[in-house]
């Protein structure tokens, strides 16, 4: 079993930044893929962005790309999404997951992942 726990969320203007933390209680999360979704209302959760914890490797969707970044710290056992330049489209509830995929994927997929966190509010006024 899995614990995760997201922190970081909050209300930010339009051409701000966030870090989001997941932290793990997991000690060894080395077989696993760390996921970002996010949830707008009324839409689908939606993929971000996930890492693989033992090589690094990372995967976005291409929104993502150019303004989010996901990075690990094995020491802390906490997964980071960095969001920059923040838009209001990018006002969602945001998860982190965690699921053990080949490397063949797919990573966008959420019934790829098995445990994930509460959320963490994102808020991008205009």
């Known amino acids: 079993q899995v614990q995760l726990v997201e922190s970081g969320g909050g209300l930010v203007q339009a051409g701000g930044s966030l870090r989001l933390s997941c932290a793990a209680s997991e000690r060894t999360l080395s077989s696993y893929v760390i996921g970002w979704f996010r949830q707008a209302p009324g839409k689908e959760r939606e993929f971000v962005g996930g890492?693989?914890?033992?090589?690094?490797?990372?995967y976005y969707n291409e929104f993502a790309k150019g303004r989010f970044i996901i990075t690990r710290d094995n020491a802390e056992n906490t997964a980071y999404l960095q969001m920059i330049s923040l838009k209001p489209d990018d006002t969602a509830v945001y998860y982190c997951?965690?699921?053990?995929?080949?490397?063949?994927?797919?990573?966008?997929?959420?019934?790829?992942?098995?445990?994930w966190g509460q959320g963490t509010q994102v808020t991008v006024s205009s």
């Open positions: 890492i693989r914890w033992s090589t690094g490797g990372t």
């Open positions: 997951t965690a699921g053990l995929i080949d490397y063949y994927g797919p990573y966008d997929l959420p019934s790829q992942y098995t445990y």
